[in-house]
């Protein structure tokens, strides 16, 4: 089964000679890169979905939620906090419908 995670855009940088735009996107409380070539209109603030190193689509908050709540409905939320030592409290909240602006007020 192939797995897509949803991530906070934090910010970007191109890379090899202005070729290929990187993110640096955080997951609950670890930060990874990943390329954006796929989704060029994505920018700081934005969630994607992202799937071995690369932003596959661009999701709103709520769709990032949604698919947190189905990864703890699976018992996958419990893996991820404990192998990357998030902080369950630094994901998206899945109890709240407010949203977040892009510089996370």
Same mark, same amino acid.
């Given at each position: 089964?192939?797995? &897509?995670? @949803?991530?906070?855009?934090?910010?970007?940088? /191109?890379?090899?000679?202005?070729?290929?735009?990187?993110?640096? =996107?955080?997951? #609950?409380? =670890?930060?990874?890169?990943?390329? +954006?070539?796929?989704? @060029?209109?994505?920018?700081? #603030?934005?969630?994607? +979905?992202? $799937?071995? #190193?690369?932003?596959?689509?661009?999701?709103?908050? *709520?769709?990032?939620?949604?698919?947190? *709540?189905? +990864? *703890?409905? =699976?018992? *996958?939320?419990?893996?991820?906090?404990? $192998? /990357?030592? /998030?902080?369950?409290? !630094? +994901? @998206?909240?899945?109890?709240?419908?407010?949203?977040?602006?892009? !510089?996370? &007020?």
């Amino acid at each position: 089964m192939c797995l &897509a995670i @949803p991530g906070k855009i934090k910010s970007i940088e /191109t890379m090899y000679d202005g070729l290929v735009r990187m993110a640096k =996107i955080q997951f #609950g409380g =670890i930060m990874k890169q990943a390329s +954006l070539e796929m989704v @060029p209109q994505a920018k700081v #603030g934005d969630y994607v +979905l992202v $799937h071995v #190193g690369v932003a596959i689509s661009i999701v709103d908050e *709520e769709e990032a939620k949604k698919s947190f *709540e189905y +990864l *703890e409905q =699976i018992g *996958e939320i419990d893996e991820l906090i404990e $192998h /990357t030592q /998030t902080d369950r409290n !630094d +994901l @998206p909240s899945i109890n709240s419908s407010k949203s977040q602006s892009a !510089d996370g &007020a």
